[in-house]
C-alpha cells in the first residue's frame, strides 16, 4: 500500500475554512446593513404571508403508521440477506424465512383485524360493549 | 439439524406456535376468557414439551441455545412465575377496561423472552431473549389505563433499560473484537490470550456488561429505578419484574459469567463483593425509611439480590462454582415463592381501586381483623423474607450463609447478618401495622383464582421450608449436567 | 481480504466509543422525551459500528449479523417508546419528563 501524503487534505481544510470566512467577512463588510423592518421576521420576507403557527397537532394515526414502517421495513433487511445466500441456505433456509414471513403475515392479519389500519374512524372489532 | 436438536428447541417452538395461535384468536374472536385458557394451555404444554429430552442433557441445539439441567430447572421457574402471574393478571384486569387481551400475549412473549435467555450461550440470543423480555414488560407495564403512573413508570424502565441494553452490547462488541468469538462456551478461558492493549479493552468490556447486568438485577449502585418502576407499575406486572424478569438474568448472568471465565478477573471480582454489599446495607436501610408496601418490596428485593450477589462470589473462589450454583437455584426459588405470595396479596388488595394500586401501610391496618386469612397469608410471606425458620426464605438464606462460611468470605457475611437483622425490623413493621384497629370495615374480595394462587403459593412456601429436601435433592441432580 | 483495510480497529473502536459517549450524556442531560430516545438510539447504533469493525477484523459475519439484530431491536425499542410517549403526551400535553416525575424515588 502507498503512503499518500497528508498535507494536500491539511491545505484543503484550511482552505475551506479561510474561504468560509472570506465570504461571510466581506459580506458583513461590504453588505447593505438592514435595520430591523416590519417584514424582517416574517419567513418569507417578501413573499407571501404566513398565516397561522406551523406547529398544527398532527393526527396519531402517523404515528402509528410510522410504527409499522419502522418494523415491517426492518424485516426487509432479513430477508434481504436470505436472498443473498439463497443458494447457499437451500431448502432449510427456505423453510426458515418461510416461518419467518408466516409469522409477519400473521402479524399483518392481526393489525388489520384489530383495525389499527384503519384510517379516521377504527372500526375496533370485537369489542365488548 | 438432527431430531435431538430440534427437540431442544421445542419448547421454544411450542410457545411460539401458540402465541401466534393466540394472536389469531384475538383478532377473530376476542373473549377475554378464551384468551386467558390459552395462555395457561400454552404455559403446561411448554413445561411438558422439557420431558422427552430429560435423558439426553445437555443439548446444544445451534450455537445459540444450550439446554441442560441448569437451564431445564430456570425454564421451570420461569414457566411457574408466568402461570401464577397470568392468573393474578386476569383478576386485576377484569373489569377494567375492554382491550384486555393482549396483556396476556404479552405476557407469554416476555416468557419467551426469559426461557430465550435462561437458555441462551451465545450474546446474540442472550440480547434477543432480553430485549424479547424487556420489550413486552414495558408495553405490559403501560397496559392498564389507570392513572398515570403506570406510563411514568414504563417510560422511566424504558429509558432506563436501553440504556443498560447498549451497555450490554457495547461491552459485548469490545469482547469480540478482542476475542472473536461470541459463544460462551468459546469464549471460555479468554483473557489470558492476548496481548495488554488487548487485557484493557476487555477488561473494559466486561465491565460494561457487568455495568449492564447489575442494572437490570437492580443491584446497588445501579438500584435508583427499582422503587419507582415497583411503585407505578400494576402489581402483577411488578410480581413477574421482580421474579421471572430479574430470575432469568439472573440466571444468564451465572451461565455468562461462569462459563466465559469472566468471574476470574479480579477487578470484578472485587466489584462484585463491593456491590453484594452495598446492596445488602442500601436496600434494608432505605426499606426502614419508606410507608409504602411496594416500595418496601422494593427496597427488599434490592437486598435479596444482594444475597444473590454473595453466590456469586463464592461460584468465582476456587471449587466454590457448583455449590454455590445449588445455593442460589434454591434461594431464588425461595425468592420466587415468596415474592410471588406477596405480590398477590398487592393484587387482592388493589383489585377494588381503580386509580392507584393499594400500597399505603395505613391502607393494610386493620387487615387481621377485616381478612384474617389474607393477613396470616401476607405474614408468612414477610416472615419468610425475612429469613424466619419453617418458611422457605429461611432455608434459602441458611444456604446462601452457609456456602459464604465455607468460601470464608467473613466481611460478607458479615454483611448478610446485619441485613438480615435489619430487614427483621421493617418486615415486623408491615405485620404490626396490620395487628392495629382497622380504619374502615370495606369488605375486601378475594377473586377466585388469585385466591387460589396464593393458597398454592403459601403451603409450598411452608411446605418447603419445613421439608425442603425434594427440592434440595431436585437441584444437585440437575445442576449436574450444567455446561 | 486485501490489504486494504486502512483505518485500524482501535480507531474504529474509537469513534464508536465517542458517539456512545454522546448518546450517554444525551440520555442524562436532555429532557425532553423524544430527544432521549433519539440518544439510546445513538447508544445503539454505536455498538452497532463497534460491531461492524470488530466484524472486520475478524472477516466474519457475525459483526453484520449482530447489527441487524441491534436495527432490530432499536426499532422495537423505539415503536414502544412513540407509543408511550403518545399516551403520555395525550394525558399531560407536555413531553417534558420533568413533567411525568410524580414518582420521587
Known amino acids: ?129 | 439439524m438432527s431430531g435431538l436438536q430440534l427437540q431442544a428447541l421445542l419448547p421454544i417452538i411450542t410457545l411460539s406456535s401458540l402465541i401466534l395461535i393466540q394472536m389469531m384468536f384475538i383478532a377473530f374472536a376476542r373473549n377475554l376468557r378464551l384468551t386467558v385458557s390459552i395462555s395457561v394451555i400454552a404455559l403446561l404444554l411448554t413445561a411438558l414439551s422439557f420431558f422427552p429430552m430429560v435423558d439426553h442433557l445437555p443439548i446444544s441445539a445451534t450455537p445459540l441455545i444450550q439446554l441442560d439441567g441448569f437451564a431445564l430447572f430456570y425454564s421451570g421457574l420461569v414457566l411457574l412465575g408466568a402461570l401464577m402471574v397470568t392468573f393474578l393478571s386476569y383478576d386485576y384486569l377484569r373489569d377494567q377496561g375492554e382491550r384486555q387481551d393482549e396483556f396476556f400475549m404479552l405476557l407469554l412473549l416476555s416468557c419467551l423472552g426469559a426461557l430465550i435467555l435462561v437458555s441462551s450461550n451465545h450474546f446474540a440470543s442472550f440480547i434477543l431473549g432480553l430485549e424479547l423480555l424487556g420489550v413486552s414488560l414495558y408495553t405490559m407495564m403501560s397496559y392498564p389505563t389507570r392513572g398515570l403512573f403506570t406510563l411514568e413508570a414504563a417510560l422511566k424502565y424504558l429509558i432506563l433499560s436501553g440504556v443498560s441494553s447498549a451497555f450490554i452490547l457495547f461491552g459485548a462488541a469490545l469482547i469480540y473484537a478482542i476475542e472473536g468469538k461470541l459463544g460462551f462456551t468459546e469464549l471460555a478461558g479468554m483473557n489470558h490470550t492476548s496481548a495488554a492493549s488487548g487485557q484493557f479493552i476487555l477488561l473494559m468490556g466486561s465491565t460494561m456488561i457487568f455495568a449492564g447486568i447489575m442494572f437490570k438485577l437492580s443491584l446497588a449502585p445501579f438500584h435508583l429505578w427499582t422503587p419507582d418502576v415497583y411503585d407505578g407499575a400494576p402489581a402483577p406486572v411488578t410480581a413477574f419484574l421482580a421474579t421471572v424478569s430479574k430470575g432469568a438474568i439472573f440466571a444468564l448472568a451465572l451461565r455468562l459469567f461462569t462459563t466465559t471465565g469472566l468471574i476470574d478477573l479480579d477487578p470484578l471480582l472485587r466489584g462484585l463483593s463491593f456491590v453484594a454489599m452495598v446492596s445488602i446495607l442500601a436496600g434494608n436501610l432505605l426499606a426502614l425509611l419508606q410507608d409504602n408496601v411496594k416500595r418496601i418490596l422494593a427496597y427488599s428485593s434490592i437486598a435479596h439480590m444482594g444475597y444473590l450477589a454473595v453466590a456469586f462470589v463464592v461460584a468465582g473462589k476456587a471449587g466454590g462454582q457448583i455449590m454455590a450454583m445449588e445455593a442460589a437455584s434454591y434461594f431464588l426459588f425461595a425468592y420466587f415463592l415468596t415474592t410471588l405470595l406477596a405480590f398477590s396479596v398487592v393484587t387482592i388488595m388493589s383489585i377494588a381501586d381503580h386509580e392507584v394500586d393499594t400500597t399505603n401501610l395505613g391502607d393494610y391496618e386493620g387487615l387481621f381483623w377485616r381478612r384474617p386469612a389474607l393477613a396470616a397469608v401476607f405474614t408468612a410471606t414477610l416472615l419468610s423474607l425475612a429469613g424466619i425458620p419453617l418458611t422457605a426464605g429461611f432455608i434459602g438464606k441458611f444456604y446462601i450463609f452457609s456456602i459464604g462460611v465455607a468460601a470464608e468470605a467473613w466481611l460478607l457475611m458479615a454483611f448478610v447478618v446485619i441485613g438480615s437483622g435489619i430487614g427483621i425490623f421493617y418486615y415486623l413493621r408491615i405485620i404490626f401495622a396490620m395487628t392495629k384497629a382497622p380504619r374502615t370495615d370495606v369488605k375486601i374480595e378475594i377473586p377466585t383464582a388469585s385466591g387460589w394462587v396464593a393458597v398454592v403459593l403459601t403451603v409450598s412456601l411452608v411446605l418447603f421450608g419445613v421439608y425442603p429436601s425434594p427440592i434440595i435433592d431436585l437441584i444437585g441432580e440437575l445442576m449436574i449436567s450444567f455446561g | 481480504m486485501t490489504e486494504a483495510v486502512m483505518v485500524p480497529m482501535e480507531h474504529g473502536l474509537a469513534l464508536a466509543a465517542i458517539l456512545f459517549s454522546i448518546g450517554l450524556i444525551g440520555v442524562m442531560v436532555r429532557r425532553n422525551i423524544i430527544l432521549i430516545l433519539m440518544s439510546i438510539e445513538v447508544m445503539l447504533n454505536a455498538c452497532g459500528l463497534a460491531f461492524i469493525v470488530a466484524g472486520a477484523r475478524w472477516g466474519a459475519a457475525d459483526g453484520q449479523i449482530m447489527f441487524m439484530i441491534i436495527l432490530t431491536i432499536a426499532a422495537a425499542e423505539v415503536s414502544v417508546g412513540l407509543g408511550l410517549l403518545l399516551q403520555v403526551h395525550r394525558r399531560l400535553r407536555t413531553i417534558d419528563i420533568d413533567s411525568a416525575s410524580r414518582l420521587q424515588g
Open chain 1, 1 to 129: 500500500m502507498t503512503e499518500s501524503p497528508l498535507w494536500p487534505l491539511v491545505v484543503y481544510f484550511f482552505a475551506v475554512i479561510a474561504l468560509v470566512l472570506i465570504i461571510l467577512g466581506l459580506s458583513s463588510l461590504v453588505g447593505p446593513r438592514s435595520t430591523m423592518q416590519r417584514a424582517t421576521i416574517e419567513p418569507f420576507e417578501s413573499g407571501v404571508v404566513g398565516i397561522g403557527s406551523s406547529q398544527i397537532p398532527i393526527s396519531v394515526e402517523f404515528y402509528l403508521i410510522a410504527m409499522f414502517f419502522v418494523i415491517f421495513d426492518l424485516e426487509t433487511v432479513y430477508i434481504f440477506a436470505w436472498a443473498v445466500a439463497f443458494f447457499e441456505l437451500g431448502l432449510f433456509g427456505y423453510l426458515a424465512i418461510s416461518v419467518f414471513i408466516l409469522i409477519l403475515v400473521v402479524a399483518l392479519i392481526y393489525e388489520w383485524k384489530s383495525g389499527a389500519l384503519d384510517w379516521g374512524v377504527k372500526k375496533r372489532v370485537g369489542l365488548r360493549e
